[in-house]
T-cell receptor, first 114, second 110 residues
Framework: GDSVTQMEGPVTLSEEAFLTINCTYT??????LFWYVQYPGEGLQLLLK?????DKGSNKGFEATYRKETTSFHLEKGSVQVSDSAVYFC?????????????FGAGTRLTVKP | NAGVTQTPKFQVLKTGQSMTLQCAQD?????MSWYRQDPGMGLRLIHY???????DQGEVPNGYNVSRSTTEDFPLRLLSAAPSQTSVYFC?????????FGSGTQLSVL
């Protein structure tokens, strides 16, 4: 079945460092891809998404490009801040209106130190 | 805007007890769902609903019941809690492919 694999954490970076969190997927169709972020004590929030190959999702300085040839959707940010400390989840959805087929990765905890 | 509201935030149960986790949304979304979050496993879908009166099972439905009598509410029931149900539970509603999550319920079953 469809699945998502993301790099294990935790990841610890200094402020202003470059961030990459790897995510690869397995899907039979043409899924939409997402990154969700979970700040301490809160639910997940959509960070960015891409719906087709070569699309780039971006938000709050984060970017991810839908790479069909490598089945990847790596999250990047050029200069992280302490406020970016959170757990990041890669996810895919093979459906449209029904999200019963949303699949999440295990999550990667990011800690940014001043 | 309240969004998705879950109660309680924390709960401790003894094995065999029952309880209901409440979930309400004020965005008039038709689709609602329940997930559990366990370390190293991400979020797994328990049950979902595509509208009032309609529910279906997700990836890990055993031990849980749901009902959807109104568009706003989607409670999750544990009829006889087991230690394996110790987890963090998230309710979500969605518009298209975008999910809106509640802040979660941390449940411990002793």
């Amino acid at each position: 079945g469809d699945s998502v694999t993301q790099m294990e954490g935790p990841v610890t970076l200094s402020e202003e460092a470059f961030l990459t969190i790897n995510c690869t997927y397995t899907a039979t169709g043409y899924p939409s891809l997402f990154w969700y972020v979970q700040y301490p004590g809160e639910g997940l929030q959509l960070l960015l998404k891409a719906t087709k190959a070569d699309d780039k999702g971006s938000n709050k300085g984060f970017e991810a490009t839908y790479r069909k040839e490598t089945t990847s959707f790596h999250l990047e940010k050029g200069s992280v801040q302490v406020s970016d400390s959170a757990v990041y989840f890669c996810a895919l959805s093979a459906g449209y209106l029904n999200n019963n087929d949303m699949r999440f990765g295990a999550g990667t905890r990011l800690t940014v130190k001043p | 805007n309240a969004g998705v509201t879950q109660t309680p935030k924390f709960q401790v149960l003894k094995t065999g007890q029952s309880m209901t986790l409440q979930c309400a949304q004020d965005m008039n979304h038709e689709y609602m769902s329940w997930y559990r979050q366990d370390p190293g496993m991400g979020l797994r879908l328990i049950h979902y609903s595509v509208g009032a009166g309609i529910t279906d099972q997700g990836e890990v439905p055993n031990g849980y019941n749901v009902s959807r009598s109104t568009t706003e509410d989607f409670p999750l029931r544990l009829l006889s809690a087991a230690p394996s149900q110790t987890s963090v539970y998230f309710c979500a509603s969605s518009y298209g492919e975008k999910l809106f999550f509640g802040s979660g319920t941390q449940l411990s079953v002793l």
